[in-house]
Nanobody, 120 residues
């Protein structure tokens, strides 16, 4: 069982920056596609950024140029560097891992979420 623990959320002013971290347990991190999702109250959960096992990244249009997803396989950690934050970025941010487990298939794991609030 893969455990994901997010950290780094908090209250920031518009235009500020914040770095989220997601620490993963287990030995499957390097072969896992990692992603950040977010969910604002009353809204659907939204894919924010994804990084695959080759380091290729994708972002939702609203965060392009402002957010950067990265991974450190040696530390089993994925990061989301957020800059130029806007009130619309306010949400609970979730870490997600999709992992190919031999003889099992692709497993999907979620962290508990960390609150990001952008407000003056």
């Amino acid at each position: 069982q893969v455990q994901l623990v997010e950290s780094g959320g908090g209250l920031v002013q518009p235009g500020g920056s914040l770095r989220l971290s997601c620490a993963a347990s287990g030995s499957t991190f390097s072969r896992s596609t990692m992603a950040w999702y977010r969910q604002a109250p009353g809204k659907q959960r939204e894919l924010v950024a994804v990084i695959n096992t080759s380091g290729t990244t994708r972002y939702t249009d609203s965060v392009k140029g402002r957010f950067t997803i990265s991974r450190d396989n040696a530390k089993n950690t994925v990061y989301l560097q957020m800059t130029s934050l806007k009130p619309e970025d306010t949400a609970v941010y979730y870490c997600n891992a999709q992992t190919l487990v031999p003889l099992t298939g692709i497993s999907d794991y979620w962290g508990q979420g960390t609150q990001v609030t952008v407000s003056s």
